[in-house]
């Protein structure tokens, strides 16, 4: 008889395991209770995959022996309760995939850094000549990607949501590249719920698999005592040399593998700041284990390119740099961003807070951060939060504004930094549309200054 298989949320991932399942012989059901974009219900419907939108029928989903849930639907959802009630299992797109994929996986997860380490992952790979291909949460759906081909690795980047759907799934190599307080109002605001869901990314790796995580984080290092690591493990950190793992000195990252070391100065690697070299030190373990030849990996760290609204240089107006961080939507992305330079900053950060705790930026802002332009509709958190030791506030709802107070109140050898430290949803659609209206406004600023 056939399998009947319902798909929850008819985003990348659902829409990309509904075709996977209908090749490998499913009966589907499309599910999504807000509206599906035309150009994904064409797919669809070209496919002959039945859907519905605007609502949950329970009949329908609750008749399926197993059910895909998007990741952005929360576990607290009634139809989840519903199907978990009647023991029907309910996994992830990329728990799904994995089972047709006969491809090593390198899973990559963390509160931050884990897409830049993703891509850089994947650079390093594919330039080192290994057939490799890029799924999860950057690009497109991994099932998506095997109905047309498979291949012999898969470099994915993972949310702790995405983990929480693993049953089977088993990474070769496993990353970790930090833990601070995020998405708490899915975990019960239980701080060691999220560290878990985060540390279970390396739970059903076995002896031949690799386990690589951040040795100095405030988490990580307890969350592992509670669970039994059979991987081995390659910590990286920049407080203690340790072997088999990956060591920066302020100046060079040291990587030590069983018969291989490696030594690579931070000048020859085009990503800047420490914890680009923490990422870099992730990336490059992993390329390594998966047998890329260390001449590649040197010459692929000078030509990465990472990923758009992340540190993303714009121009240089009269000697002042333009940065686009819209990506940086919590403190410690922020933290990141702002250690990443000696200049002067003049600082253009703001938006929907969550909660935020800007105290973790005092000792990145003295001295360094000369002006702050708050960018939302309600600033006075941010502004209580500098006042007194920021010497220059300003806000504005307008990111033209902000540009141009950049550039006025520049001089030659700063930078202005957006990193928001916030969500975009009061004046932008989203972290990519405000990243956009940045550029765009810093380029028609470029050519008046012309």
Known sequence: MEKKIAILGAGESGVGAALLAKQKGYAV??????????????????????????????????????????????????????????NIPVIDELEFAYRFSKGKVIAITGTNGKT???????????KGGVDVGLGGNVGQSWAGQLVQKDHEWWVLETSS??????????????????????????????????????ISLFRNMDESGAAIYFLDDQY??????????????????????????????????????????????KEDIVLKGTHNMLNTMCATLAASIAGVPEES???????????????????VINGVSFINDSKGTNVDATFYALSSYE?????????VDKGNDYSVLYPEIKGKVKMLICLGVDNQKLKSAFEGRIAEIKETQNVEEAVKWGLEYGKEGDVVLLSPACASFDLFKNYEDRGEQYKSAVNRLKLLSA
């Open 29 to 86: 059901w499309v599910s999504d209770k807000g509206n599906i974009d035309t150009q994904r219900k064409e797919i669809l419907n070209r496919e002959m995959i039945p859907f519905e939108e605007g609502m949950h029928s329970e009949i329908e989903i609750l008749s399926c022996s197993e059910i895909i849930k998007s990741p952005g639907i929360s576990d607290k959802a009634p139809i989840v309760k519903a199907a978990r009630e009647r």
């Open 116 to 126: 830049t380490t993703t891509l850089l992952t994947y650079h390093l790979l594919k």
């Open 161 to 198: 949501f995405q983990i929480d759907g693993f049953r089977e799934m088993k990474p070769a190599i496993g990353i970790l590249t930090n833990i601070t307080p995020d998405h708490l109002d899915r975990y019960d605001y239980a701080m060691e719920k999220y560290v878990a869901s985060k």
């Open 220 to 265: 990580i290092p307890d969350g592992l005592k509670k669970v039994t690591l059979k991987a081995k493990t390659f910590p990286v950190s920049i407080q203690t040399q340790i072997q088999p793992g990956g060591y920066f000195d302020g100046n060079s990252i040291h990587l030590s593998m069983p018969g291989k070391k490696i030594k690579i100065n």
């Open 297 to 315: 990996i040197r010459q692929s760290l000078k030509d990465f390119e990472n990923a758009a609204h992340r540190m993303e240089p714009v121009a």
């Open 343 to 351: 200049n002067p900053v003049i600082w253009i950060a703001g938006g």
